[in-house]
């Protein structure tokens, strides 16, 4: 299997710019999670779905901050509009039902607003 | 709530030493217990796992023992080696998925 993938594995873009992430989870996984990282604040949970569907967005910072899964095989993290502090590198993990908790985490892709 | 704790990095041993990375959790429920490691530039990767207060997990000869008395999961591995050298994370299960401590960077010198 070719693992969690994820596009771009960096972006660097202006403030005020729209930034779209992307993620493939492994085939056949039932929950998608998508992570963010910084020195300061560590790794935050930002959202997860189980079957396409948001099950839990309370760590998405604020309304600038919008994810989507259409199919089980595409999930994408939407910045509009970024500003410096969304700074960090982000991660998307998918995991099977019968263990949700043994996460497969995709390289990250690493976002630079300046 | 959910919580865990880790000792702060970094943590610089020689190649062949003894290995201890300290984690301790909140005791709300009945958590399973994770650590995961992080290579440079890589996402996380499970290292290992424990389920229930006395299980032991191990995994590439890092071991931890789920400890409810103590409410303490620490990592140890016996003689480390220059590629372990990455960052380690312990996590336990809860409201929110996965509870991820800060991290602990090891580094490891030959």
């Known amino acids: 299997d070719a693992g969690v993938i994820q596009s771009p594995r960096h972006e660097v873009t202006e403030m005020g710019q729209e930034v779209t992430l992307r993620c493939k989870p492994i085939s056949g996984h039932d929950y998608l999670f998508w992570y963010r990282q910084t020195m300061m604040r560590g790794l935050e949970l930002l959202i997860y779905?189980?079957?396409?569907?948001?099950?839990?967005d309370s760590g998405m910072p604020e309304d600038r901050f919008s994810a989507k899964m259409p199919n089980a095989s595409f999930s994408t993290l939407k910045i509009q509009p970024s500003e410096p502090r969304d700074s960090a590198v982000y991660f998307c993990?998918?995991?099977?039902?019968?263990?949700?908790?043994?996460?497969?985490f995709g390289p990250g892709t690493r976002l630079t607003v300046t | 709530g959910d919580s865990v704790t880790q000792m702060e990095g970094p943590v610089t041993l020689s190649e062949e030493a003894f290995l201890t990375i300290n984690c301790t959790y909140t005791?709300?429920?009945?958590?399973?217990l994770f650590w995961y490691v992080q290579y440079p530039g890589e996402g996380l990767q499970l290292l290992l796992k424990?389920?229930?207060?006395?299980d032991k997990g191990s995994n590439k000869g890092f071991e931890a023992t789920y400890r409810k008395e103590t409410t303490s999961f620490h990592l140890e591995k016996g003689s480390v080696q220059v590629s372990d050298s990455a960052v380690y994370f312990c996590?336990?299960?809860?409201?929110?998925?996965?509870?991820f401590g800060s991290g602990t960077r090891l580094q490891v010198q030959p």
């Open positions: 993990a998918s995991s099977l039902a019968v263990k949700p908790y043994e996460q497969y």
């Open positions: 005791a709300t429920g009945y958590p399973s």
């Open positions: 779905f189980n079957n396409n569907v948001p099950i839990d």
């Open positions: 996590a336990r299960t809860g409201r929110r998925a996965l509870t």
């Open positions: 424990a389920t229930k207060a006395d």
